[in-house]
């Protein structure tokens, strides 16, 4: 039962992130011979007042 976990900086439409789960779907069963139905895909949004990249926020 494979899980994949994506973390995305927020600001994607729904249907854009609806659209990158259905096709890590699609490569998880193609690439590791398993039912789409044993297929979790757990997407967590990061506020860009949560990032810092080379001390700066990813907000500013």
Do not use: C, W
């Not at 609806?18 to 990061?46: F, P, Y």
């Amino acid at each position: 039962m494979p899980y994949v976990h994506i973390e995305l900086l927020e600001g994607r439409t729904d249907e854009q992130k609806q659209g990158l789960m259905r096709d890590v779907v699609e490569a998880v069963v193609k690439n590791a011979n398993v039912s789409k139905e044993s297929v979790h895909v757990i997407l967590n949004e990061i506020s860009k007042q949560h990032l810092t990249k080379n001390g700066e926020f990813a907000g500013e």
